[in-house]
C-alpha cells in the first residue's frame, strides 16, 4: 500500500473531468468556506458545526490521518482534474473489514453542483471499493428533502433499503432515508 491502508496513492482516482484523492493542507480554506453554505450546514451533518482553515488543517493532521492509518476512515477531495480546486469531499467510514461493508457520504461546494461532480465522484469510490479494496457492499444515508443526493445515489445503483433515525456525524439524530449499494 502506499501511505495509507487504502491504497489510494499520490495520483488518486481520475475520471478526466474530476479526481479523487486525499484531503490537503491546501484544501482548508475551500474546505472551512464551503462548510458555511446553507445546503452543506442542512444535510452535511460534518462533525464539527463550524470549521476555521486551522481547524480543517489540524483535523487532516490528526483525525483524518489516523483514520487512513487504520483504515478505519477515508475523508478524500473531490477535486477538478484539470485545476485540483477542491469542489466537495467524499467520506468513507463505518468501515468493517471483516464484513467487508462500510458507508459512504458526499457534499459539494456551491460551485461544484448540478455539473455531475456527485455522481462522477460516487462512481470512482465505488469501483475503487469494490474492485481494489474487496468491499461488497456500500450503505448511503439522505435526508429525504435532499432530492439531488437521493437522485446521485440511484443513478450510482443504490437501493432504497428504509427510513429511520440515525445519528450523523455532527451527532445529530436525523430522520434519513438509507440506500445499499452491492459490488
Not at 440511484?154 to 445519528?167: H, I, K, P
Amino acid at each position: 500500500m502506499d501511505d495509507d491502508r487504502f491504497g489510494l496513492g499520490a495520483q488518486g482516482l481520475n475520471d478526466g473531468t474530476i479526481r479523487i484523492r486525499h484531503l490537503v493542507e491546501g484544501d482548508a480554506e475551500a474546505y472551512a468556506a464551503a462548510s458555511t453554505d446553507p445546503a452543506v450546514v442542512r444535510f452535511a451533518h460534518l462533525p464539527r458545526r463550524s470549521y476555521t482553515p486551522e481547524l480543517v488543517r489540524q483535523d487532516i493532521r490528526t483525525t483524518i490521518a489516523e483514520g487512513l492509518r487504520t483504515g478505519q476512515l477515508a475523508v478524500l477531495a473531490i477535486a477538478d482534474a484539470d485545476t485540483d480546486d477542491f469542489l466537495g469531499s467524499i467520506v468513507l467510514f463505518e468501515l468493517n473489514w471483516a464484513t467487508r461493508r462500510g458507508e459512504v457520504g458526499f457534499w459539494l461546494t456551491p460551485a461544484a453542483r448540478g455539473r455531475g461532480v456527485a455522481g462522477r465522484a460516487l462512481r470512482l469510490v465505488l469501483r475503487w471499493c469494490f474492485d481494489r479494496l474487496g468491499l461488497t457492499a456500500l450503505a448511503a444515508r439522505t435526508d429525504a428533502a435532499n432530492e439531488a443526493s437521493r437522485r446521485v445515489l440511484e443513478r450510482a445503483g443504490f437501493r432504497a433499503d428504509g427510513q429511520g433515525s440515525t445519528t450523523a456525524p455532527s451527532g445529530d439524530t436525523v430522520s434519513a432515508l438509507h440506500y445499499v449499494r452491492h459490488a
